[in-house]
């Protein structure tokens, strides 16, 4: 799933700025044609085909997390105050990584 998603981002990055060069919002600035998937809107078939494999892909990734119960293992419960607590930690560069195998609090949040 995981590079399923990767590809079809830059599928969607790509036929996006083909679209937007066929009309641009900002006079004289367009993509290079290297960096475009097609040269002009008609290709943004691709930027729609793009957008159901993503839909595709997260709702097979809740369906599995659901039925795993992946969710409610790793990501519940999420406790305002840890996630509060992590912030903090975070800002003042303390935030803790002995078990990476575990979510901290804004990670379940998120």
Same mark, same amino acid.
């Given at each position: 799933?995981?590079?399923?998603?990767?590809?079809?981002?830059?599928?969607?990055?790509? @036929?996006?700025?083909?679209? *937007?060069?066929?009309?641009?919002?900002?006079?004289? !600035?367009? !993509?290079? !044609? #290297?960096?475009?998937?097609?040269?002009? %809107?008609?290709?943004?078939?691709?930027? #729609? %085909?793009?957008?159901?494999?993503?839909?595709?892909?997260?709702? @097979?990734?809740?369906? *599995?997390? #659901?039925?795993?119960?992946? !969710?409610?293992? =790793?990501?519940?419960?999420?406790?305002?105050?840890? +996630? +509060?607590?992590? +912030?903090?930690?975070?800002?003042?560069? =303390?935030?803790?990584?002995?078990?990476?195998?575990?979510?901290? %609090?804004?990670?379940?949040?998120?």
């Amino acid at each position: 799933m995981h590079w399923v998603n990767a590809v079809v981002r830059l599928i969607m990055i790509t @036929s996006g700025w083909s679209i *937007y060069d066929d009309d641009g919002i900002i006079p004289g !600035f367009h !993509f290079s !044609f #290297f960096w475009r998937l097609g040269d002009w %809107a008609a290709w943004s078939n691709w930027h #729609f %085909a793009g957008m159901w494999f993503l839909i595709i892909d997260g709702l @097979s990734y809740g369906a *599995y997390g #659901f039925a795993s119960r992946r !969710f409610r293992e =790793k990501l519940l419960p999420i406790r305002p105050t840890e +996630v +509060v607590q992590t +912030v903090i930690d975070t800002l003042h560069f =303390k935030i803790a990584h002995e078990d990476v195998t575990m979510y901290n %609090a804004v990670q379940n949040l998120l």
